[in-house]
């Protein structure tokens, strides 16, 4: 299959996140290598692939979690990264799950995410309302079930109204009316408000079901950028006659690409997808000149097969030498940091890093 990027705005002010030539590298491991994200405003966008592919840490460094080694950001139009940080607010993330004081109840962390951002408390159980959390406001978080955790997480990312939203792995662990419960919530927030989310997962059908556009990633690489549907090779024809060579010779007078696999029921000429009208008039053409046709067989491939055979090239798994020559070590003592097991943070600095992002204005 062939490798499709969608291609880069001159101004990046149109995306609500892009990326140009974004890695991250932990000692010789290239976590994140190249990546070119064109993320688009007011919608979900899915980040697709496989456990361990750089989704989470691509989430990170947007967030100022962990530091690229090299590359440009932009979020909600404004570089990110370094010393540039985005307004406060204006982002909210759920990264790794949902982190709070399980003794606490769902309104009181969220509380606790307003004040750290110095907003007041009283959008509190408003938001928890929005999340499908209403009643259970009072409620320990450690005795939320866990599709109440995954919303309790969402609403501390909520708190302050930001335009960009993070969530990563959000129905990871789910049962299967949990899912659609969060799922249900993550598509309305985007419809109804606005807000552009950015989801990543493993699973193509979850992604399927919530984001029209995708980028695949695998091995730190972004495979594919663009809609689902395009994800799909065309589909092609499988043409078995009587005489092959003939045949081809035809094909190629009429300017028609093809190509010949071989079998044990003599092999079929493999043609792309061509409108009805055109096969008949080729088969019309084919019988005319004696050549008898077996076989006329329309084939396209499925979502998952496509998906699997992108995962699986040969490009998901190379790295670019120079990508990896312009890696600095100096970043592995930090993303050791970041890789500790989640514990709270002292009482007044609990946002969990549901907010973290929100409170501390973006990537750094």
């Known amino acids: 299959m062939t490798i499709q990027y969608t291609a880069q705005p001159a101004d990046p002010a149109s995306s609500a996140v892009l990326t140009r030539g974004l890695v991250k590298r932990y000692g010789d491991f290239l976590a994140v290598n190249g990546l070119n994200l064109n993320v688009p405003a007011h919608g979900v966008y899915g980040l697709l692939g496989p456990n361990g592919a750089g989704k989470s840490t691509t989430m990170k460094l947007l967030l100022g979690l962990a530091s690229a080694t090299s590359g440009d950001m932009w979020m909600l139009g404004e570089k990110v990264g370094g010393r540039h940080r985005l307004q406060a607010g204006r982002v909210g993330s759920m990264i790794e799950g949902p982190s709070f004081y399980p003794g606490l109840s769902g309104l009181d962390n969220c509380r606790m995410v307003a004040d750290y951002l110095n907003l007041p408390g009283s959008t509190a159980p408003a938001i928890l309302r929005q999340v499908g959390l209403a009643g259970h406001e009072g409620k ?165 097969q496509a998906f699997l055979e992108l995962i699986e090239s040969p490009q998901s798994r190379e790295p670019t030498p120079h990508q990896a020559q312009n890696a600095m070590d100096s970043d592995a003592a930090r993303a050791s940091a970041h890789a500790s097991p989640r514990r709270p943070l002292p009482i007044r600095q609990a946002a969990g890093r549901a907010a973290f992002a929100a409170a501390d204005g973006g990537a750094r």
Request: proline residues 4%.
């Open 140 to 304: 320990k978080a450690r005795d939320y079930s866990l599709g109440m955790k995954q919303r309790l997480g969402i609403a501390m990312a909520l708190i302050s109204q930001p335009e960009l939203l993070l969530l990563d792995e959000p129905t990871n662990g789910l049962d299967a009316e949990a899912v659609v419960e969060v799922r249900e919530m993550i598509m309305g927030l985007s419809r109804e408000r606005g807000i552009t989310v950015i989801i990543s997962s493993h699973i193509l059908s979850e992604i399927e079901k919530m984001a029209p556009v995708v980028g695949v990633i695998a091995a730190g690489r972004l495979l594919y950028q663009g809609s689902l549907d395009s994800l799909r090779e065309e589909g092609h024809i499988d043409l078995r006659v009587s005489d092959p060579k003939l045949a081809a010779a035809m094909l190629g007078s009429d300017r028609i690409d093809y190509r010949w696999l071989p079998g044990r029921d003599g092999g079929v000429l493999r043609l792309p997808e061509l409108p009805d009208q055109r096969i008949g008039t080729l088969i019309t053409q084919l019988v005319g000149q004696g050549v008898a046709v077996y076989r006329v067989a329309s084939e396209r491939k499925t979502l998952e």
